[in-house]
């Protein structure tokens, strides 16, 4: 088992504690092929991560109601950098949060109803979505999401916001989407292949702020941050950290950025990964 330390002149030294960011789409899980649950040789090697002092986060576009329980509720991850950069936690303490000003988030309500565009509210740790939205439930039921937790009674005056999302029948959203990504103080991206999803937060947060704000709050310098990811939300991350290792699956304009290429997901590569550059 690997302990944390090496030997130099027959004396062990401690590692260093470094710092490990892991996205879930893609990386440590893969959706487009029903795989929901990570990998029993990823889980392994993420606790030997941990258990030789080293931190691990969840780096995701995702909010805290869409974790599946393995990611909250098994010894895998000290923390989560959540909604691209906008909400950060360390355990139940948030370090840090980024809201939509809100009456910015009214009127793109108000711009989706009337376009015919279903929107999902992400907060700290709700979501809110009409009864209504059928097509927006259903995804997230199709990718195991648990629906009964999201919030469908509120007030959206009283809803805390840092990302919002949007479902379409129209690619583009009736020119919705376009409009949206186009919006002064506000960020996005739209789905690359059938443009059907978007999703929307602030424009001065992306993975790579919220890990800096991670990293600041250890005390654990850049030098030693590691991320793994494959997504095109992936690529401030990896223009962070110190160590970028894209996975093998991932988009070409990722791969440019990376430091290594690891097997792709289908093949556990974050246990590769691991095992080879850190631990």
């Known amino acids: 088992m690997n302990t944390g330390q090496s030997v130099y002149g027959g004396m062990p030294v401690k590692q260093e504690r470094k710092a490990v960011f892991f ?3 893609g990386t440590l899980i893969n959706i487009m092929e029903g795989q929901t649950q990570i990998a029993p040789a990823v889980k ?3 606790r030997a991560l941990r ?10 576009g995702r909010p805290y109601a869409y974790l599946d329980p393995e990611l909250v509720q098994q010894d895998l991850f000290d923390g989560y950098v959540l909604m691209n950069g906008a909400v950060v936690l360390l355990g139940d303490k948030t370090i840090y949060k980024k809201m939509l000003p809100q009456a910015t988030v009214e009127e793109i309500a108000r711009l989706a109803e009337a376009h015919g565009v279903e929107y999902i509210l ?13 097509l927006t439930e259903a995804f997230y039921r199709s990718i195991d999401v648990d629906v009964t937790q ?7 005056e009283k809803v805390p916001v840092a990302k919002m999302e949007f479902a379409s029948e129209d690619p583009g959203g009736h020119g919705l989407f376009a409009k949206l990504l186009s919006w002064p103080g506000l960020a996005g991206l739209m789905d690359p292949y059938h443009k059907k999803n978007m999703e929307l937060y602030a424009a001065d947060v992306t993975k790579g702020s919220g890990i800096l704000h991670a990293l600041s709050y250890l ?6 941050s590691f991320a793994f990811g494959d997504g095109l939300n992936d690529i401030e991350m990896m223009q962070t950290v110190g160590t970028s290792l894209v996975m093998d699956n991932a988009r070409p304009q990722l791969k440019a950025l990376a430091d290594h290429i690891v097997p792709s997901v289908d ?11 850190l631990l």
């Open 219 to 224: 005390g654990i310098p850049v030098s030693r």
């Open 23 to 25: 996205d879930i789409d």
């Open 267 to 277: 093949e556990d590569g974050v246990a590769a990964g691991i095992a080879e550059y």
């Open 150 to 156: 999201f919030v469908r009674d509120y007030d959206l």
């Open 51 to 60: 258990a030789a002092g080293h931190c691990t986060f969840i780096a995701s």
């Open 44 to 46: 392994e090697a993420i």
């Open 122 to 134: 992400e907060g700290p740790h709700s979501v809110y979505l009409k009864p209504e939205y059928k």
